[in-house]
């Protein structure tokens, strides 16, 4: 299974944006990047995913290297409510398909949001 | 809300003693997974079902776990003679054929004293 690394913990400012690393130096070709987050005693949250090319939604921008091997989560106005671990995942496909798959957690990356 | 629900959201029981959470998917979706979480990792992949059949299965899962999808709708995840060990949050997340996401649950805290 492709592994990640993520700092342990990170600090931004309200209003601010996060920018999160993560690398996955021996992903595949094939293989998804995913972003959950997890706040105190929840499942974890869905946010953003990619395969090559930078993906934007209403959480959040993903931008990945061109080589693939690692990534940035960016939160463009990170607010109180944005203090959660943030996973950075590497999908593993269980077929060729892709409709068939786990994600592997890590440890995480602690965002702590400071008014 | 995400629409994955599991119960119970805490179990307090005795080692040796078996325990049986649930997790209702959301109602289209046909894959399921069980994931464990202990205090500060991440989620660990336990067990996979599309539909009523169970693909995969860590390799790290003991045989006192025992996980059943029987209508391919709701499950359950049964875990025998528990041990002190076993003291973790249990998720359930679930997946539909068109999403790329997975959905989870709250979870069931089980607490083995």
Known sequence: DAKTTQP???D???????????????????????????????GPQYIIHGLKNNETNEMASLIITEDRKSSTLILPHATLRDTAVYYC????DFNSGGSNYKLTFGKGTLLTVNP | ???????????????????????????????LYWYRQTLGQGPEFLTYFQNEAQLEKSRLLSDRFSAERPKGSFSTLEIQRTEQGDSAMYLCASLGGAWTEAFFGQGTRLTVV
């Open chain 1, 8 to 10: 342990p913990s990170m």
């Open chain 2, 1 to 31: 809300d995400t629409g994955v629900s599991q119960d119970p959201r805490h179990k307090i029981t005795k080692r040796g003693q078996n325990v049986t959470f649930r997790c209702d998917p959301i109602s289209e979706h046909n894959r």
């Open chain 1, 12 to 42: 931004c400012a309200e209003g601010r944006a996060a920018n999160l690393p993560c690398n996955h130096s021996t992903i595949s070709g094939n293989e998804y990047v995913y972003w959950y987050r997890q706040i105190h005693s929840q």
């Open chain 1, 89 to 92: 995942i590497v999908r593993v």
